[in-house]
T-cell receptor, first 112, second 114 residues
């Protein structure tokens, strides 16, 4: 079982719609969770971090965390073509608290 | 946040040679890490760069192949030794900042080994 699992996609969403990206993790003790966006040829860029159960909103982005289900999601409202990128879910290992492990990423495509 | 500078940004290397990547952070950070991203793949953690002591390597990575230094809080180097074409990849320096523990990345170093 992978430590962090994501659907690789591609996920195609019409412009203006909500894009929903999902992630599950295996380490039940993990406490910190992150979403990164990576454009082709660029390094990952942090867009959201979440540490507590529930929702956290930042502009058009909402991160959702459910530790009991070991599930993290990212919602992107009013999707724009510029949101087309690979989205990486990352989780802080509980067993080695300093290390952050990444999922394989979901490729998102926003169609005009 | 943290601004992380890496160099070189890209290089083409011959098989059997070694290359050292440098990483400089603009502020004091708690932890520094090196990741690898192979073409079309996600990020794989190579090692934690420990200040003033030997790096802590992940399974599948060894010091002889990927020696790492971190002489102070804001600077680290990764050497890719005795390179083969399988080492062609993007190598990313990263740092965690206090108090959030968020992880930030440098621009990456794209290595091509012929």
């Amino acid at each position: 079982q992978k430590e962090v699992e994501q659907n690789s996609g591609p996920l195609s969403v019409p412009e203006g719609a909500i894009a929903s990206l999902n992630c599950t993790y295996s380490d039940r003790g993990s406490q910190s969770f992150f979403w990164y966006r990576q454009y082709s040829g660029k390094s990952p860029e942090l867009i959201m971090s979440i540490y507590s159960n529930g929702d956290k909103e930042d502009g058009r982005f909402t991160a959702q965390l459910n530790k009991a289900s070991q599930y993290v999601s990212l919602l992107i409202r009013d999707s724009q073509p510029s949101d087309s990128a690979t989205y990486l879910c990352a989780v802080n290992r509980y067993s080695s608290a300093s290390k952050i492990i990444f999922g394989s990423g979901t490729r998102l495509s926003i169609r005009p | 946040s943290a601004v992380i500078s890496q160099k070189p940004s890209r290089d083409i290397c011959q098989r059997g040679t070694s290359l050292t990547i440098q990483c400089q952070v603009d502020s004091q950070v708690t932890m520094m890490f090196w990741y690898r991203q192979q073409p079309g793949q996600s990020l794989t953690l190579i090692a934690t760069a420990n200040q003033g002591s030997e790096a802590t390597y992940e399974s599948g990575f060894v010091i002889d192949k990927f020696p790492i230094s971190r002489p102070n809080l804001t600077f680290s180097t990764l050497t890719v030794s005795n390179m083969s074409p399988e080492d062609s990849s993007i190598y990313l320096c990263s740092a965690r900042v206090a108090p959030t523990g968020e992880l930030f990345f440098g621009e990456g170093s794209r290595l091509t080994v012929l």
